[in-house]
């Protein structure tokens, strides 16, 4: 049976919660269109009820654990082919095994969802540290980052907490969407500028300071490339003031 879902971590859970109750297996788990050779394969369409979803995450913590709810959120915010039927697989597996489940790393399935788990974790971490916030005419600082996973919320309660009261918005470039934080708190939506932001001039002079700073630090004999492209993946510097020297 192939089954779609919206998408969203809520409609995952929610599919999730009617095959086991149903104890119905999958082929494919997808929110993408149907391809060509699946049109006459049987579907399940499953709409997205939060209480199931809430249902099935408790299940989950209460049977395996609040580790394993974090590493199955985490493993889907990696955005992988297939983590869907990964995931269908590792809490099935943990539905036997309970709260063992993630000890058994010689497992392919728990191998595979704490791999992406790690992935996701990592890059959200790396981030708090790279993103680079833009003061904008408007008052609110602006960041952008083009992640491999989608890490918003990661940022979004990291820097909440950091910042203190003042507005900023962080934009994935990659999915259109931004964490707004208005000072108390901070809400994930889609977004679509349809103007480049405007910075203030006394932004512009601190990014020039950034910028000569960073020159000026650097010791020409211990210049490392490699290790700094570990530390600062080049897939990162498109949004790096330092990085642009021309912007």
Not at 19 to 33: C, Q, T
Not at 63 to 85: C, D, K
Not at 176 to 199: C, M, Y
């Amino acid at each position: 049976m192939i089954c779609r879902y919206d998408g969203s971590y809520a409609g995952l859970l929610t599919l999730l919660y009617r095959l086991f109750a149903r104890r119905e297996e999958p082929i494919i788990i997808s929110s993408h269109p149907l391809a060509q050779d699946d049109l006459f394969a049987e579907v399940f369409e499953s709409t997205t009820d939060p209480g199931l979803a809430a249902r099935l995450t408790r299940a989950v913590a209460d049977r395996l654990g609040e580790e394993s709810v974090r590493h199955i959120r985490y493993a889907f915010l990696a955005e992988q082919p297939g983590i869907e039927m990964a995931i269908y697989a590792y809490l099935k597996l943990g539905w036997s095994l309970h709260r063992e489940l993630d000890q058994h790393l010689g497992n392919a399935t728990v191998a595979c969802v704490h791999k992406w788990a790690r992935r996701t974790l990592h890059e959200g971490h790396r981030l708090k540290g790279l993103l680079r916030f833009q003061e904008t005419v408007d008052g609110v600082f602006y960041a952008r980052v083009r992640p491999d996973a989608n890490v918003l919320a990661i940022l979004a309660g990291h820097f909440a907490r950091r910042l203190g009261d003042r507005p900023w918005l962080i934009h994935d470039v990659r999915r259109d969407l931004g964490a707004l934080f208005d000072g108390g708190k901070w809400v994930i939506g889609e977004l679509r500028l349809t103007s480049t932001p405007v910075f203030t001039a006394e932004e512009h002079q601190w990014q020039q300071l950034w910028r000569t700073f960073f020159d000026r630090i650097a010791i020409p004999e211990r210049i490392n490339p490699r290790l700094q492209k570990n530390f600062m993946p080049m897939k990162y510097w498109e949004f790096l003031v330092e990085m642009n020297p021309s912007r």
